[in-house]
């Protein structure tokens, strides 16, 4: 699976939107950028995927640039509950989530 | 729905003692993962089934290291002689099948501590 580059950690305002970037400079046609994020001692919740175009739940935003090298997880307005590490992943295989470190969000009042 | 669950949520045990860890995966899902966390770091993949059998254990550290899952549904992770390097969050996840776009909802975790 292609490597991701992630800030270690971010702030965001209450009410705020929240912009995590991604970078994945080295994916590949058929891999697909996955989100997923862990509130403290809990398990890991999905979020949010994608291949090519950008895709919006009830939770989030995914923007994918055109040559698919970055990405953007946008949280529109972050509440307190939002606080957690947020991971980027690339997955090409059927199985094995490669989550790294990921960004740490912390949301304040 | 009910999600994955598993048990106990919090183990602790003596080095050297023999563990069981038990995931229950939401209904009809036919692929089933563990992965293992280390505070301060992402969770990391151990095992993953499909069915009843294990399509790929290279995740597991070592021999110590056993899963099952015999009819498909609930799996156990055991671990033999534990040692102190075990302590770790242990993960469980399940997904509809086994491929690139199924995504994998997780269960809240079994917390190990080896003593």
């Known amino acids: 699976d292609a490597k991701t580059t992630q800030p270690p950690s971010m702030d965001c305002a209450e009410g705020r939107a929240a912009n995590l970037p991604c970078n994945h400079s080295t994916i590949s046609g058929n891999e697909y950028v996955y989100w997923y994020r862990q509130i403290h001692s809990q398990g890991p919740q999905y979020i949010i995927h994608?291949?090519?175009n950008n895709e919006t739940n009830e939770m989030a935003s995914l923007i994918i640039t055109e040559d698919r090298k970055s990405s953007t997880l946008i949280l529109p307005h972050a509440t307190l509950r939002d606080t957690a590490v947020y991971y980027c992943?690339?997955?090409?295989?059927?199985?094995?989530?490669?989550f790294g470190k990921g960004t740490s969000l912390l949301v304040t009042p | 729905g009910a999600g994955v669950s598993q048990t106990p949520s919090n183990k602790v045990t003596e080095k050297g003692k023999y563990v069981e860890l038990r995931c229950d995966p939401i209904s009809g899902h036919t692929a089933l993962y563990w992965y293992r966390q280390s505070l301060g770091q992402g969770p990391e993949f151990l095992i993953y089934f499909q069915g009843t059998g294990a399509a790929d254990d290279s995740g597991l550290p070592n021999d110590r290291f056993f899963a099952v899952r015999p009819e498909g549904s609930v799996s156990t992770l055991k671990i033999q002689r534990t040692e102190r390097g075990d302590s770790a969050m242990y993960l469980c996840?399940?997904?509809?099948?086994?491929?690139?776009?199924?995504?994998?909802?997780f269960g809240p975790g079994t917390r190990l501590l080896v003593l």
């Open positions: 992943i690339v997955r090409v295989s059927g199985y094995a989530l490669n």
């Open positions: 994608g291949l090519k």
């Open positions: 996840a399940s997904s509809l099948a086994g491929g690139i776009q199924e995504t994998q909802y």
